[in-house]
Nanobody, 123 residues
Framework: VQLVESGGGLVQAGGSLRLSCAAS????????MGWFRQAPGKEREFVAV????????YDADSVKGRFTISRDNAKNTVYLQMNRLPPEDTAIYYC?????????????????WGQGTQVTVSS
């Protein structure tokens, strides 16, 4: 199984980025997909999750209204659109796959993880 994130980079505060996560080696539509992030010196933090069909989503309060998670099961890809980014959103962003439940926010409940992509928001 491979999850490969892309789309990270350096952006000015107030800007936008769109992360992608391409999955292979698994039945993508059988997994709920989540995004997490980890800033230096902090624990890994839940960002958003999307159900297997893509109908249901759940966002962390810290990103609600600014981030949108979506997926394309035909392309085995999950996305995270990030808008109005402040410097506090600087972190490594990870995608992950779980069969535990569509709204899981606990990292230990995820079966597979990507290697992460760095997002840096400058002030």
């Amino acid at each position: 199984v491979q999850l490969v994130e892309s789309g990270g980079g350096l952006v000015q505060a107030g800007g936008s980025l769109r992360l992608s996560c391409a999955a292979s080696g698994l039945t993508f539509s059988a997994y709920s997909m989540g995004w997490f992030r980890q800033a230096p010196g902090k624990e890994r933090e839940f960002v958003a999750v999307i159900s297997r069909s893509g109908v249901s989503t759940y966002d962390a309060d810290s990103v609600k209204g600014r981030f949108t998670i979506s997926r394309d099961n035909a392309k085995n890809t999950v996305y995270l659109q990030m808008n109005r980014l402040p410097p506090e959103d600087t972190a490594i962003y990870y995608c992950a796959a779980t069969r535990t439940g569509w709204s899981s926010r606990i990292p230990d409940e995820y079966d597979y993880w990507g290697q992460g992509t760095q997002v840096t928001v400058s002030s």
